[in-house]
């Protein structure tokens, strides 16, 4: 007699979206940003944004399409998604960085600024609901624009992003702020530790954020399942509680990972997370005031998974298979989740 444990088929829905490449005049350059609204967008509902950065000498479309895609999570999410582009750094031999060299006075702080204006005034976006996450360089920014620009923006995510000493001096914090770190410890280009007193080691990063919002002093430590064995890597969440605003502050650590994005369709890396999964499940949690409900006696459970299709099932090898009997497999959703089932025969 076969036994089969929470087996689940879901088909695989493509419906049409909004993806547009827009421009804005802003400071004497022609800047780009990639827009996505998605099918359930509507303009009776205030809708959160999401704005995603890319990495140093990076572009916004490679990103969206190779790293960070978070469209089929706005899909079943309902969130505008924004990837913004960089521009040419001259004293960086023209690579695309959000932090320029010296002597320029460039400042993409307000740039950002100008686009939340921009496209409030052409979706009904809630404001209280305005999110950055950024990878490398583009997670260095987020955390600038969480100090610099904290009286717009919500909460932040960095992946694999670090922070340079002196980045925190101008933070004006106005309001709980929420942040989530992910972060290899092998990282060779952000080091965890930093040994050339360059960055801030990400305890420290950590710890800051953790002061700043007045959580418990010590976070709470949980090991994650080891989805796949073969990535070389393992993960801990580190959860600060009970901040201002019922915030949190958490740091994802990647135990001998490197400079990635992590995520179960990356044949490198970690692919015991998706990183974009774990950004958005974090984020959404929060608004100006904190965590949403933070008062309410009637909890929202923001670990309930929303519509979701099933789009991959692969062993913990990453291969495609659907007929593995006793072992384990890796359910992947268009949302970003993945669960592990086993089939008992």
Request: aromatic letters at 14%; charged letters at 15%; a negative charge.
């Amino acid at each position: 007699m076969k036994k089969i444990l929470l087996l689940l088929c879901f088909p695989y829905v493509v419906i049409s979206q909004q993806l547009t490449t827009e421009n804005i005049w802003y400071d004497g350059n022609n800047r780009e940003y990639i827009l996505y609204v998605p099918q359930t967008y509507s303009p009776s509902i205030s809708t959160p944004i999401l704005f995603a950065f890319h990495g140093g000498s990076g572009y916004a479309n490679d990103f969206m399409n190779y790293e960070a895609d978070f469209r089929s999570i706005a899909d079943t999410a309902n969130f505008i998604l924004v990837y913004p582009q960089a521009l040419e750094d001259p004293g960086d031999g023209n690579s695309t960085n959000w932090l320029h060299k010296e002597p320029t006075d460039h400042k993409d702080i307000f740039f950002i600024e100008t686009l939340i204006d921009t496209i409030s005034s052409e979706y009904n976006i809630d404001l209280n609901r305005i999110y950055a996450c950024g990878y490398s360089l583009g997670g260095m920014f987020s955390y600038e624009l969480a100090c610099q620009l904290n009286n717009k923006i919500t909460a932040i995510a960095s992946v694999a992003g670090a922070a340079f000493y002196g980045a925190f001096s101008s933070c004006s914090i106005t309001h709980p702020t929420a942040v989530l770190s992910i972060n290899g410890t092998d990282d060779d280009i952000h080091p965890y530790n930093d040994q050339n007193g360059w960055y801030f080691s990400v305890a420290s990063i950590d710890s800051f954020w953790a002061y700043s919002n007045n959580t418990d002093v010590f976070p709470i430590t949980t090991q994650l399942p080891d989805l796949n064995t073969s990535d070389g890597s393992t993960v801990e969440r580190y959860s600060w509680q009970n901040g201002d605003g019922c915030v949190s502050v958490e740091e994802l650590k990647i135990i001998n990972g490197g400079h990635d994005w992590p995520s179960p369709f990356s044949s490198w890396g970690n692919q015991d997370i998706n990183a974009s999964a774990e950004v958005w499940k974090f984020l959404s949690k929060f608004d100006m005031n904190g965590l949403i409900g933070c008062n309410s006696t009637n909890q929202i459970d923001f670990n309930i998974v929303k519509s979701q299709n099933l789009i991959r099932i692969v062993d913990i090898l990453g291969r495609e298979n659907s007929t593995c009997k006793n072992k384990p497999l890796l359910y992947i959703y268009d949302n970003g989740e993945v669960e592990k089932k086993i089939i008992f025969e």
